[in-house]
């Protein structure tokens, strides 16, 4: 084979160059390489936290799980500085002021939030106490305030963050469903109630996602990766029922987090 020379070299090495500043732009865009680190702050209420998963270390009344979907994820990402922000109970006034502590250069953020605001327990609270028709009548309280007041405060957090982290990534996780229905718990809540209680979390995950994609963020719907798994259903659960400690009742179990949470981020982003 020939040596090249003279003009045949240059460009030789000009292909060169242009061809690895191909790989390397396409590796950058696909989110594979996270040789520099990543500067990860996970917001939210308790299903970010990892309320329900244990392992809280101090956290306190937080519940910040070291088995939470957030800290796998920096786990898995050597190079990764984390800050850990969420806290259980909050909502999106509290994740505003959450988004005030994002370090600088914050590149990537994950959030769950709206739960909350909806009024998550009371509807828990009200289903588990009531009849059926109140149980149905306070879920579709909790959906009017969803699809009328929800989105406004959705989008003052989201812009909220963007605005302390304009060059990150923003992820939005939703909620999941709650029961299998028809599922296999002979005891409990009637198939009614859990139906509402689930059309809710669907009413919820519509509107997340609308206002997510407006924020220009990345929605990871959770819903498809706790199918199977809800309460009431004949596998492994990724949900805790009615529990002790009661804080985290209704919250995603160690496997929920995993399997329910965190196995759809890595597959969103990597």
Not at 23 to 44: E, I
Not at 205 to 213: D, G, K, L, Y
Not at 225 to 246: E, K, M, Q, R
Request: charged share 10%.
């Amino acid at each position: 084979m020939a040596v090249p020379t003279g003009k045949s070299l240059r460009l030789l090495q000009r292909f060169g160059t242009a061809l690895g500043a191909v790989v390397l732009s396409t590796f950058a865009v696909a989110g594979v390489s996270h040789a520099a680190g990543t500067v990860y702050a996970a917001l939210g209420d308790s299903y970010s936290s990892g309320t329900g998963a244990g392992s809280y270390g101090s956290s306190g009344s937080c519940y910040r799980s070291a088995k939470a979907y957030s800290q796998l994820w920096a786990n898995a990402h050597s190079g990764t500085s984390f800050s850990f922000l969420a806290c259980s109970g909050a909502k999106t006034g509290d994740v505003i002021n959450q988004a005030n502590s994002i370090p600088s250069g914050t590149n990537l953020v994950t959030v769950t939030v709206g739960g909350n605001d909806a009024g998550f327990t009371d509807v828990i609270t009200t289903c588990t106490l009531n009849s059926d028709s109140a149980c149905v009548n306070r879920v579709n309280t909790a959906k009017t305030y969803v699809n009328n007041t929800l989105p406004a405060l959705l989008t003052n957090t989201y812009n909220a963050i963007k605005a302390k982290a304009p060059g990150a990534r923003l992820v939005v996780l939703s909620y999941p469903r709650f029961y299998t229905v028809p599922g296999s718990c002979w005891v409990g809540l009637s198939d009614t109630k859990r139906s509402a209680i689930n059309s809710g979390a669907d009413t919820l995950a519509s509107v997340i996602q609308q206002r997510a994609a407006a924020a220009g963020a990345t929605f990871v719907d959770v819903r498809p990766s706790f199918a199977g798994h809800n309460i009431c259903s004949s596998a492994d659960d990724y949900l805790h029922s009615l529990t002790w400690p009661v804080v985290e009742s209704y919250h995603p179990t160690v496997a929920g987090q995993s399997g329910g949470y965190y196995a759809p981020l890595r597959a969103a982003i990597g």
